[in-house]
């Protein structure tokens, strides 16, 4: 067993090195073991488009269910319809199979106890639990449940008024969300376009993930093609939002949260709308203009969403497209119910494209990953802390290091993912931005020279 695909805030890795059948049999016992100590009795379990999901959600069913857990089977679903699922279903926990956002040869596991998903301590817990073997006897019942049409019903009940059609583009990347947000944003009324449409685990036509140039280049082609008001793509399990707007610019997470953010704020002033280490100055401005209170907080699906409960804030959003709705929804990242609430915004007015231009303009690079293994990222991280506290006016260092000089900025933080270090980098000139990213880049060079 590969210690390492017990990440921060799931259980990641690559199919046949890290993951085969037996390895899945042995952590359905131990999730079920760890689940049983705290009375779950029924839970449900999801998978997404890749080609091992459905052989590893069959074992982790019977070994769940054979540990004396009652499962709810709801197929193939994008993973917020299991978080929908743990609520409408009134259930004790669940497991969404997913590679999320990683290549085709990777998968994990997203698991849910009550209401929310687990990270950190609690996932070492499960860890500790397969290496000790330990499990449950018992017999569970399995049921299939095709949960989807209330999810879009539900949807459909929150999303107030979409007054305008608009031509929308989606692109879920051959994952697992294209029917359903395609069946949401038709009942809003918009005349609604998708590509890559399919669920095929081989990602045909570019990998998804709608915050990489490569992920959203098919779909910003499509929008600039055909006219269209507003792109929207997805990742492979449907928690994650990239969008292209009419220009053919690429709104992130961190801008989406913004605009969202403005929305709720018009009527409910002094909300705490979270955003992370990788978001833009503009969001956290934006936010307190806007007369709400801006939060930065950890990266991380699980994190988020603790933050969130924790401040009892209305929004929380990341840069890499995690949007999480305390108001009106249930709290979790849920890429779809954010395009709703963004076509809701976007409808109202006469001129959508006016909602994007509002947005104040910095310069700025997008995620950038860089190859460091995971032996050493952490340790090459703290390194540049070092560094940047020497060089850089104000460090945080909540998550990695976010180092500044007034509004130009620079971030350098070990993926919990990847075997990568994140980059990202905003200024007000070309020049800047440039003698930031120089700065960064040569010092990172230096240090993992070190460690290799």
């Not at 909300?271 to 950890?298: N, Y």
């Amino acid at each position: 067993m590969n210690p390492a695909v017990f990440r921060e805030y799931d259980i990641r890795g690559v199919v046949g090195r890290d993951l085969d059948d037996e390895f899945v049999q042995g952590l359905s016992r131990a999730i079920a073991a760890y689940w049983r100590e705290s009375g779950v009795g029924k839970v449900c379990l999801g998978m997404d488009a890749r080609l091992s999901s459905p052989r590893f959600k069959e074992i982790l069913t019977k070994g769940i269910a054979d540990s004396g857990i009652d499962v709810v089977d709801i197929g193939l679903a994008p993973t917020p319809v299991m978080y929908f699922a743990l609520f409408r279903l009134d259930l004790d926990g669940g497991i969404a199979v997913t590679g999320s956002h990683n290549p085709a040869d990777n998968n994990g596991f997203k698991v849910a106890m009550g209401k929310t998903t687990i990270y950190g301590q609690e996932i070492q817990k499960i860890r500790s639990y397969m290496e000790q073997g330990r499990r449950v006897e018992g017999k569970g019942h399995v049921v299939a449940y095709d949960i989807i049409p209330e999810y879009v019903d539900d949807v459909l009940s929150r999303i107030l008024n979409c007054p305008n059609r608009l031509r929308v583009i989606i692109d879920p990347g051959n994952g697992v969300s294209g029917a359903t947000a395609m069946a949401v944003l038709d009942a809003l009324g918009m005349s609604v376009r998708g590509i890559c449409l399919e669920p095929d685990g081989n990602f045909p036509h570019h990998h998804p993930d709608p915050t990489t140039e490569q992920g959203i280049a098919m779909l910003k082609d499509q929008v600039l093609q055909e006219g269209a008001d507003i792109g929207i793509g997805f990742d492979g399990d449907g928690d994650r939002i990239g969008v292209i707007d009419a220009r053919g610019n690429v709104v992130y997470g961190d801008m989406i949260t913004a605009i969202l953010a403005r929305s709720i704020l018009e009527n409910k002033q002094g909300q705490k709308i979270i955003g992370e280490v990788k978001c833009s100055k503009v969001l956290f401005d934006e936010v307190a203009k806007a007369g709400g209170i801006p939060i930065m907080g950890k990266v991380g699906h699980s994190l988020m969403k603790a933050r969130l409960t924790q401040e009892q804030a209305a929004l929380a959003g990341e840069m890499s497209g995690h949007i999480f709705f305390n108001d009106r929804w249930y709290g979790f990242d849920d890429a779809v119910y954010a395009a709703a609430r963004l076509i809701e915004i976007l409808s109202a007015r006469d001129n959508p494209q006016a909602v994007f231009d509002a947005l104040p303009k910095m310069i700025n690079t997008p995620e950038i990953r860089v190859d460091c293994p995971d032996r050493i990222k952490f340790q090459v991280v703290d390194a540049f802390k070092l560094y940047a506290r020497e060089h850089y006016e104000d460090c945080i260092d909540i998550d990695g290091v976010r180092f500044e000089n007034g509004p130009v900025w620079g971030l350098v933080r070990p993926s919990n993912t990847q075997p990568v270090i994140v980059l990202r980098f905003e200024a007000t000139s070309a020049d800047e931005l440039q003698a930031i990213q120089d700065d960064t880049n040569t010092k990172l060079v230096e240090i993992m020279g070190r460690f290799a």
